[in-house]
Protein backbone atom coordinates (compact mmCIF):
# COMPACT_ATOMS: atom_id res chain seq x y z
CA UNK A 1 0.00 0.00 0.00
CA UNK A 2 2.89 2.71 -0.19
CA UNK A 3 1.42 5.14 -2.79
CA UNK A 4 -1.91 5.57 -0.30
CA UNK A 5 0.82 7.26 1.98
CA UNK A 6 2.09 9.51 -1.00
CA UNK A 7 -1.41 10.92 -2.63
CA UNK A 8 -1.01 14.09 -2.49
CA UNK A 9 -3.75 16.55 -2.66
CA UNK A 10 -6.64 13.85 -3.46
CA UNK A 11 -5.21 11.60 -0.47
CA UNK A 12 -8.79 12.03 1.64
CA UNK A 13 -11.40 10.78 -1.65
CA UNK A 14 -8.53 7.95 -2.48
CA UNK A 15 -7.77 7.12 0.90
CA UNK A 16 -11.17 6.32 1.71
CA UNK A 17 -12.23 4.49 -1.33
CA UNK A 18 -8.83 2.43 -1.12
CA UNK A 19 -9.12 1.66 2.23
CA UNK A 20 -12.87 0.34 1.02
CA UNK A 21 -11.78 -1.75 -1.55
CA UNK A 22 -8.65 -2.92 0.82
CA UNK A 23 -11.83 -3.94 3.61
CA UNK A 24 -13.70 -5.74 0.48
CA UNK A 25 -11.15 -8.07 -0.75
CA UNK A 26 -10.19 -8.99 2.79
CA UNK A 27 -13.81 -9.92 3.41
CA UNK A 28 -14.02 -11.83 0.43
CA UNK A 29 -11.38 -13.70 1.23
CA UNK A 30 -12.74 -14.94 4.79
CA UNK A 31 -16.38 -15.06 3.12
CA UNK A 32 -15.14 -17.26 0.24
CA UNK A 33 -13.54 -19.50 3.18
CA UNK A 34 -16.65 -19.34 5.31
CA UNK A 35 -18.50 -19.86 2.97
CA UNK A 36 -16.74 -23.10 1.21
CA UNK A 37 -16.28 -24.43 4.77
CA UNK A 38 -20.34 -24.23 5.84
CA UNK A 39 -20.95 -25.59 1.84
CA UNK A 40 -18.10 -28.81 2.60
CA UNK A 41 -20.11 -29.20 6.55
CA UNK A 42 -23.58 -29.04 5.00
CA UNK A 43 -23.95 -25.93 7.46
CA UNK A 44 -25.02 -23.13 4.91
CA UNK A 45 -28.54 -22.82 6.89
CA UNK A 46 -26.87 -22.37 10.04
CA UNK A 47 -24.43 -20.02 8.38
CA UNK A 48 -27.67 -18.08 7.00
CA UNK A 49 -28.86 -17.78 10.57
CA UNK A 50 -25.52 -16.80 11.98
CA UNK A 51 -24.93 -14.14 9.23
CA UNK A 52 -28.72 -12.63 9.69
CA UNK A 53 -28.25 -11.85 13.35
CA UNK A 54 -24.70 -10.73 12.39
CA UNK A 55 -25.80 -8.55 10.09
CA UNK A 56 -29.14 -7.15 12.42
CA UNK A 57 -26.74 -6.86 15.05
CA UNK A 58 -24.21 -4.69 13.53
CA UNK A 59 -27.03 -3.02 12.40
CA UNK A 60 -29.12 -2.03 15.52
CA UNK A 61 -25.25 -1.85 18.00
CA UNK A 62 -23.64 1.15 17.98
CA UNK A 63 -21.56 -0.47 20.75
CA UNK A 64 -20.60 -3.83 18.46
CA UNK A 65 -19.56 -1.02 15.60
CA UNK A 66 -17.38 0.54 17.97
CA UNK A 67 -15.73 -2.72 19.29
CA UNK A 68 -14.97 -3.62 15.54
CA UNK A 69 -13.24 -0.88 14.61
CA UNK A 70 -12.14 1.48 17.27
CA UNK A 71 -8.19 1.02 17.79
CA UNK A 72 -8.92 1.66 21.48
CA UNK A 73 -10.03 -1.96 22.27
CA UNK A 74 -6.66 -4.28 22.08
CA UNK A 75 -7.22 -7.69 19.82
CA UNK A 76 -7.40 -9.27 23.69
CA UNK A 77 -10.36 -7.47 24.44
CA UNK A 78 -12.15 -7.79 20.96
CA UNK A 79 -11.55 -11.81 21.18
CA UNK A 80 -12.98 -11.76 24.00
CA UNK A 81 -16.20 -9.67 23.49
CA UNK A 82 -16.91 -11.68 20.33
CA UNK A 83 -16.47 -15.00 21.99
CA UNK A 84 -19.03 -13.51 24.34
CA UNK A 85 -21.12 -12.43 21.55
CA UNK A 86 -20.74 -15.61 19.67
CA UNK A 87 -22.20 -17.43 22.60
CA UNK A 88 -24.77 -14.72 23.84
CA UNK A 89 -26.51 -15.07 19.71
CA UNK A 90 -25.76 -19.22 19.65
CA UNK A 91 -23.66 -18.74 16.87
CA UNK A 92 -22.34 -22.11 15.12
CA UNK A 93 -18.62 -22.85 16.18
CA UNK A 94 -17.76 -22.26 12.29
CA UNK A 95 -18.92 -18.96 12.30
CA UNK A 96 -17.63 -18.37 16.22
CA UNK A 97 -14.35 -19.52 15.08
CA UNK A 98 -13.95 -17.47 12.50
CA UNK A 99 -15.24 -14.38 14.25
CA UNK A 100 -12.06 -15.31 17.12
CA UNK A 101 -9.42 -15.55 14.06
CA UNK A 102 -10.61 -12.13 12.34
CA UNK A 103 -10.34 -10.63 16.20
CA UNK A 104 -6.56 -12.36 16.40
CA UNK A 105 -5.59 -10.83 12.90
CA UNK A 106 -6.88 -7.42 13.63
CA UNK A 107 -9.48 -7.94 11.08
CA UNK A 108 -13.31 -7.49 12.88
CA UNK A 109 -13.21 -4.02 10.98
CA UNK A 110 -14.43 -5.89 7.46
CA UNK A 111 -16.73 -7.53 9.28
CA UNK A 112 -20.17 -5.41 7.45
CA UNK A 113 -18.26 -6.36 4.11
CA UNK A 114 -17.74 -9.81 5.37
CA UNK A 115 -21.55 -10.52 6.26
CA UNK A 116 -22.69 -8.78 2.67
CA UNK A 117 -20.22 -11.06 0.57
CA UNK A 118 -21.82 -14.26 2.40
CA UNK A 119 -25.90 -13.33 2.35
CA UNK A 120 -24.91 -12.58 -1.75
CA UNK A 121 -23.20 -16.01 -1.96
CA UNK A 122 -25.99 -17.83 -0.10
CA UNK A 123 -28.30 -15.70 -2.40
CA UNK A 124 -26.52 -16.90 -5.34
CA UNK A 125 -26.40 -20.89 -4.57
CA UNK A 126 -30.25 -20.74 -3.71
CA UNK A 127 -31.30 -19.35 -7.01
CA UNK A 128 -32.77 -16.13 -5.08
CA UNK A 129 -31.80 -12.61 -5.58
CA UNK A 130 -31.23 -9.66 -2.21
CA UNK A 131 -33.44 -6.54 -2.62
CA UNK A 132 -32.28 -4.16 -0.72
CA UNK A 133 -35.26 -2.29 0.60
CA UNK A 134 -35.50 1.48 2.25
CA UNK A 135 -39.06 2.42 3.98
CA UNK A 136 -40.14 4.87 6.14
CA UNK A 137 -41.75 2.76 8.36
CA UNK A 138 -40.86 -0.86 9.19
CA UNK A 139 -42.72 -3.44 6.97
CA UNK A 140 -45.03 -5.61 8.27
CA UNK A 141 -45.03 -9.03 7.99
CA UNK A 142 -47.53 -9.30 5.66
CA UNK A 143 -46.03 -6.36 3.58
CA UNK A 144 -42.55 -7.85 3.38
CA UNK A 145 -44.34 -10.98 1.97
CA UNK A 146 -46.24 -9.12 -0.65
CA UNK A 147 -43.53 -7.03 -1.53
CA UNK A 148 -40.90 -10.44 -2.43
CA UNK A 149 -44.32 -11.74 -4.29
CA UNK A 150 -44.18 -9.18 -6.36
CA UNK A 151 -40.43 -8.43 -6.78
CA UNK A 152 -40.35 -12.36 -7.24
CA UNK A 153 -42.81 -11.97 -10.12
CA UNK A 154 -40.87 -8.90 -11.69
CA UNK A 155 -37.01 -10.87 -12.09
CA UNK A 156 -38.46 -14.41 -11.76
CA UNK A 157 -36.54 -15.57 -8.79
CA UNK A 158 -36.98 -15.91 -5.07
CA UNK A 159 -36.16 -12.58 -3.57
CA UNK A 160 -34.97 -11.91 -0.32
CA UNK A 161 -35.08 -8.79 1.76
CA UNK A 162 -32.80 -6.90 3.84
CA UNK A 163 -34.84 -4.16 4.97
CA UNK A 164 -33.88 -0.79 6.71
CA UNK A 165 -35.90 2.29 7.62
CA UNK A 166 -35.51 5.71 6.82
CA UNK A 167 -37.96 8.30 7.91
CA UNK A 168 -37.12 11.01 5.78
CA UNK A 169 -38.41 9.40 3.18
CA UNK A 170 -42.10 10.29 4.47
CA UNK A 171 -43.80 7.08 2.78
CA UNK A 172 -43.22 4.83 -0.16
CA UNK A 173 -40.37 2.70 -0.73
CA UNK A 174 -36.37 2.60 -2.21
CA UNK A 175 -35.77 -1.25 -3.45
CA UNK A 176 -32.64 -2.18 -4.82
CA UNK A 177 -32.64 -5.22 -7.11
CA UNK A 178 -28.80 -5.47 -8.03
CA UNK A 179 -28.13 -2.38 -10.16
CA UNK A 180 -31.65 -1.50 -10.51
CA UNK A 181 -33.05 1.47 -8.54
CA UNK A 182 -36.89 1.68 -7.94
CA UNK A 183 -38.31 4.76 -6.01
CA UNK A 184 -41.29 5.16 -5.15
CA UNK A 185 -40.34 7.57 -2.16
CA UNK A 186 -42.91 10.42 -1.86
CA UNK A 187 -39.55 12.34 -1.04
CA UNK A 188 -38.14 11.51 -4.54
CA UNK A 189 -41.83 12.78 -6.11
CA UNK A 190 -41.60 15.90 -3.97
CA UNK A 191 -37.87 16.46 -5.23
CA UNK A 192 -39.33 15.92 -9.09
CA UNK A 193 -42.33 18.40 -8.54
CA UNK A 194 -39.60 20.53 -7.51
CA UNK A 195 -37.80 20.23 -10.26
CA UNK A 196 -40.51 20.23 -12.82
CA UNK A 197 -41.41 23.89 -11.15
CA UNK A 198 -38.24 25.23 -11.20
CA UNK A 199 -38.49 24.63 -15.22
CA UNK A 200 -41.30 26.04 -15.19
CA UNK A 201 -40.39 29.21 -13.25
Given at each position: ??????????????????????????????????????????????????????????????????????????????????????????????????????????????????????????????????????????????????????????????????????ESLIGGLVVKLGSTMIDTSIKA?????????????
Open positions: MPHAAIQGSNFGRDDVSESASISSGIAARYATALFELAKESKGLKALEGDIDALDAALNSSADLKALISSPVYSREDQAKAVAAIAVKMGLSALSANTLALMASKRRLFVLPHLTRTVQEMISAEKGEVTAEVTSAVKLSAAQAKELAATLKARVGKDVKLKTAVDKLAALQNAMKEVG
